[in-house]
């Protein structure tokens, strides 16, 4: 229980016997992934619906439904459920009495992804995904200027391209590959320049966001050769096939998430740099609706959009699995429970308004 640890005196710096201090900080996220799924697996409310693009999916339904929630979420999410969620800590589950919430008032990405990387809303200048600046530095900055890193040490891979706006204050300071663009780095990777010839080829349904396939393999490349400090990868299409109605799909992406967290962390563990000094953690920039006539949809005008998740994983989290009956937190809470994690004074990152979360740092 995240409770009892709650009430102890937040610390400023390690002290002797503390949990060891991850080194290097993962942060993955899928666009728009609503905690329903997450937690209780393929939606009844959606089965055999037309509407909800599930008119075909017979096959699919079949592969994951079970009565029992659990065994539900499991069949989605197989790895996340059974491998990886025991050994950390999951935030979000409303039905067990722990609540993630989005504070911006807009609840669409750009917002949702500022909030995460920057600790703090600014819903007067982040109003919605128009491609401007963010004024600034994300927190993945704020840890390349503490800790005196070439920009190709902290690197960003993204489907979306609106990252190249969100993830950085200005322009080229961190590693950043978005949207349709080549990467180019590992330079003399043969697979990273097939990527880079393939994610043109194939395109998807949105113009500024290619399929997260390039996104992941990219980035997994850039990962094992270039080894960088930290990473942030980001997902879309979970976002893309629900606005689109297209349920069957949206799950298809949830087992494409869960297999890429296998392989992701098959990685770190493997890797002599990585294994037991990386922080991992997964989120989502806004929730969406709980029904058939909305969960399609997300925005201010959209009933229980506000609740997301979060999972982290790594040294100096006790894996307590599902977190049950926590204080209230909030999404920018993520970026100082990060920095915390890592062994850095939240408090010196300026204009920050999160706090880590209760009993996680
Ligand atoms: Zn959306």
């Excluded at 002797?16 to 409310?45: C, E, M, N, Y």
């Excluded at 949207?179 to 320049?193: H, I, M, Q």
């Excluded at 991992?280 to 709980?290: E, I, P, Y």
């Amino acid at each position: 229980m995240l409770t009892r640890r709650a009430f102890l005196p937040l610390l400023a710096a390690p002290f002797a016997g503390a949990a060891p201090l991850a080194k290097h900080v993962v942060l993955f996220t899928s666009d728009g992934v609503r905690w329903q799924d997450l937690f209780t697996g393929i939606d009844p409310k959606l089965m055999g619906q037309k509407q909800a693009g599930m008119g075909d999916a017979r096959a699919l339904e079949k592969a994951l439904w079970f009565p029992d929630p659990v065994q539900r979420r499991e069949a989605l999410m197989p790895f996340f459920w059974k491998t990886l969620a025991p050994t950390g800590i999951v935030l979000g589950n409303l039905r067990k009495g722990s609540s993630l919430q989005v504070s911006n008032r807009y609840r669409v990405s750009y917002p949702g992804y500022s909030e995460i990387l920057t600790g703090r809303t600014q819903d007067d200048v982040i109003r919605g995904n128009d491609s401007i600046q963010n004024p600034t530095p994300s927190f993945l900055q704020f840890l390349k200027r503490k800790q005196n890193l070439r920009s190709e040490q902290v690197a960003v891979f993204a489907s979306w391209d609106n990252f190249h706006y969100s993830a950085e204050n200005k322009r080229g300071d961190l590693y950043i590959n978005a949207g349709y663009e080549k990467s180019r780095l590992p330079a003399d990777s043969p697979w990273t320049n097939e990527l880079n010839t393939l994610q043109f080829d194939a395109r998807f349904i949105e113009d500024n966001a290619r399929h997260d396939a390039f996104t992941f393999e990219l980035a997994l490349e850039y990962l094992q050769k270039v080894q960088p400090e930290h990473l942030f990868l980001s997902f879309d299409e979970t976002d893309d096939w629900a606005h689109d109605h297209r349920y069957d799909r949206v799950l298809e992406s949830l087992q494409y998430f869960d297999r890429s967290l296998e392989r992701l962390w098959s990685f770190l563990q493997s890797s002599p740099k990585y294994a037991n000094s990386t922080l991992l953690v997964l989120t989502t920039d806004h929730g969406r609706g709980g029904a058939l006539a909305d969960f399609s949809d997300h925005g201010p005008d959209v009933a229980g959009d506000q609740q997301i998740w979060a999972a982290f994983f790594g040294p100096g989290i006790a894996g307590e699995g599902e977190a049950h009956n926590t204080a209230p937190a909030y999404q920018r809470d993520i970026a100082p429970t990060i920095l915390q994690l890592l062994g850095f004074d939240y408090r010196e990152y300026q204009g920050l308004q999160g706090r880590p979360i209760s009993g996680i740092p």
